[in-house]
């Protein structure tokens, strides 16, 4: 039965690499070919691994692990009596460790409901057995298949054993030092000999004694016509017992908290105190196209000592965030970064709580000495973006909240980092007591109880229905707003948990980060007794957002108006790369969770690495694809993320100036809209959005890895006035 599960041959030949379309095997990713054992020679089937409908671009469990729903097709069974004492066949998946077997559900030949499974690397089995109520396998395998990640194999030999840690000799004097590493995955041979091709670089920020120390982000209330002044320079602070010079607006990491009330505008005197040119960008916020910050596109940059005026018009509620648009790479992960909290015009909007929080959630990359440089000439990182190992909540690496037993608290979550996508959790804290703050290690297990988390919105607008989820999935700049009510007194981390893989050896590593810490005490001094814990077991419907998107409905299953290619071509890449991403390229996880690949990622440069948007219908790749539409137009856009790609990795999809609605992925409907600015698409999957085309002007379409972005995975739609 096709399939198209086994491993595929190989990435492209050598030379500028790139699918040239669509591939046929991208569906390897998504489909278990079964086999046929010896008690049933004449049986095939295949195993759909599909989306688990979520409010997120990815659905995982709390500790990270990707769920699939599982469809069988199976045909060539003969009955169960003709191999003995039998009356069903039973389907059972497991572990590579072949602990826990669990049951999944009985079986035939036709097409079968298997449920989910979450596990890493796993088995399916089908069986035989005395009856379809059996909990326990002891019949003879009819049929076996294995998941896709199971393809995933140790880059060499010496997987186990210590490489290189010493640079090679070499030729020529080198002008970079390492970047951090694992300290428990060495590096394969080859890899300790490289470096980017390109300047190391930090801002010269002058004397460190003339530098400011950073300030606590403060909150400024903005009435419509409201003007603030923002200004970017230099600031020093200490980070994890290191002294470093970041960038901040206003003094203050991250930047002001910006409160709004919906439908106003606000002027902003901007000014340019670094030694880069830079803009602001007003991410998510539908305003007039002359303010929207994109340098090239909509203004000219401001140059070091100039001044820019912005008019921001603030037409949704929710929460967004400014940051700049030139080398964010270095801009925004040096600090250049804020939220703007758009408040709604009615109190009910939201349900009630008892207080709220806005959390802007990063991380930075340091080394003994401060912050490691960039590239000077390109940005490097370019493979897969740059990872930081100091995680880091509203600019500090250790967040603390004291809430009061039985309170509702309101979270607003903004993804701020250069590539990392979170899946966050409230843990009870003495499960979690061995993490450092801030920096990865190994979870200490994965059962730990979460809180349960009421997910409300996203980026542009509420859900459709508030909905219960375990954890939270944040790709770069996306934004979601969670409601957690705390029972029970003591403490409780949030946990970054998540799946990697240590390429070297073709496993996959737990990872967790513990954030911070809400301490949840007995009483409210001076205050009543909450009265919000009823109300948080109710789930509310939105009836403004449904009735908001219900003219929209009946182009939801009609065919896309265009599509997108999200793809990579790589040319002159160093042999020890080319040799590893061999190995790494017949699986990949449908998200990069950490930079376990430190200097493979580190020495690729847009020298080597170009990351491309490709029209799929014309070929136009980035900035020379050519859309234009009208105001009032409604387009449906399919993304293929390329399986086929040399690296295929998440991309977190922007759009300025519009919003648009997140359909379906991998076929699968989504029954719950909420209206988005960023979309995460998987690696080796589909998605398709429904875009409103409501705002006039030259809008930027990128990918928002900082990185991903510098390399020009970019593209320019104009939408023309009515």
């Known amino acids: ?400 909240l004291e809430v009061a037993r039985g309170e509702v608290v309101r979270f607003h979550l903004t993804n701020a980092s250069n590539t990392r996508t979170f899946n966050l959790s409230f843990v009870p804290a003495e499960a979690v007591a061995s993490l450092p703050a801030g920096s990865p290690a190994l979870p200490p297990g994965d059962s730990a109880p979460r809180l349960p988390i009421k997910v409300v919105a996203s980026d542009v607008s509420r859900f459709e229905r508030e909905e219960l989820a375990r954890s939270v999935v944040l790709a770069p700049a996306e934004r979601y707003v969670v409601e957690v009510r705390f029972d029970a007194p003591g403490a409780f981390a949030l946990v970054n948990h998540v799946q990697g893989v240590n390429h070297r050896q073709g496993v996959f590593r737990a990872e967790a980060i513990r954030l911070g810490t809400v301490e949840v005490t007995g009483t409210r001094t001076g205050r009543p007794a909450p009265s919000t814990g009823p109300s948080f077991e109710t789930l509310r419907e939105h009836a403004e957002v449904v009735a908001d998107i219900d003219p929209y409905r009946d182009r939801f299953d009609a065919p896309p108006d265009r599509e997108l290619v999200l793809t990579l071509e790589v040319e002159d890449l160093p042999p020890a790369i080319e040799q590893s991403m061999l190995y790494d390229w017949v699986y990949f996880n449908p998200v990069e969770w950490t930079g376990t690949m430190p200097m493979m990622n580190w020495a690729t440069t847009g020298r080597e690495v170009r990351w491309v948007l490709r029209d799929a219908a014309t070929g136009r790749e980035n900035e020379d694809i050519a859309w234009t539409f009208r105001v009032g137009d409604v387009v449906k856009l399919r993304l293929h993320n390329d399986r086929s790609a040399f690296h295929a990795m998440q991309h977190p999809l922007h759009i300025h100036g519009q919003r648009f609605l997140v359909l379906a992925q991998d076929g699968v409907p989504n029954h719950n809209l909420a209206w988005k600015d960023t979309v995460l698409v998987p690696a080796g999957s589909t998605t398709d959005i429904l875009l409103e085309l409501s705002n006039p002007g030259r809008w930027m379409v990128h990918c928002h890895v900082a990185e991903h972005l510098e390399s020009g995975m970019r593209l320019v739609i104009d939408v023309a006035p009515e």
């Open 1 to 400: 039965m096709a399939c198209a599960a086994g491993a595929p041959s190989g990435p492209p030949a050598s030379g500028p690499r790139g699918a040239p379309g669509l591939s046929a095997q991208t569906a390897d990713l998504h489909c278990i070919e079964l086999f046929a054992a010896a008690a049933a020679p004449g049986a095939r089937g295949a195993i759909a691994l599909g989306r688990v409908p979520s409010p997120f671009g990815v659905t995982v469990t709390p500790e990270g692990h990707h769920v699939r729903e599982l469809k069988a097709t199976i045909e060539g069974l003969p009955t169960p009596e003709a191999l003995g004492p039998y009356t069903a066949y039973v389907a059972w998946a497991t572990p590579l460790e072949l602990d826990p077997v669990v049951k999944l559900a009985a079986v035939g030949n036709g097409e079968f409901a298997l449920g989910r499974v979450a596990f890493n690397k796993y088995l399916i089995w089908i069986s035989a057995e005395a009856s379809p109520e059996v909990e326990v396998r002891g019949g003879p395998l009819v049929l076996r298949g294995r998941s896709p990640s199971t393809r995933m194999e140790a880059h060499d030999l010496l997987a186990q054993a210590p490489s290189a840690t010493q640079r090679a000799a070499r030729s020529h004097a080198h002008v970079w030092e390492h970047p951090p590493t694992y300290a428990d995955i060495p590096m394969l041979p080859g890899m300790m000999d490289l470096e980017p091709r390109a300047t190391p670089f930090l801002p010269d920020a002058g004397s460190l004694a003339d530098v400011p120390a950073s300030r606590p982000h403060e909150v400024i209330r903005l009435p419509d016509g409201g003007t603030l002044d923002l200004e970017a320079g230099f600031v020093r602070r200490t980070i994890a017992g290191r002294d470093v010079v970041m960038l901040a607006f206003n003094g203050q990491h991250p930047g002001p908290l910006l409160e709004v009330p919906a439908r106003a505008t606000i002027f902003v005197d901007f000014v340019n105190r670094t030694p880069l040119p830079t803009t602001v960008h007003w991410h998510g916020v539908r305003l007039d196209n002359r303010f929207d910050g994109v340098p090239g596109l909509t203004q000219r940059e401001v140059a070091p000592g100039e001044r820019f005026r912005y008019r921001v018009f603030f037409r949704d509620a929710g929460i967004y965030w400014y940051h700049p648009h030139h080398r964010e790479d270095i801009q925004q992960e040096l600090g250049l970064y804020g939220n703007i909290l758009v408040a709604p015009s009615r109190p009910d909007y939201y349900g009630p709580v008892d207080r709220e929080a806005v959390l802007m959630l990063d991380d930075i990359l340091l080394d003994r000495a401060g912050v490691v440089p960039f590239g000077g000439e390109s940005a490097n990182y370019m493979l897969m973006g740059r990872f930081g190992n100091l995680a880091l909540v509203n600019g500090e690496p250790d967040y603390r």
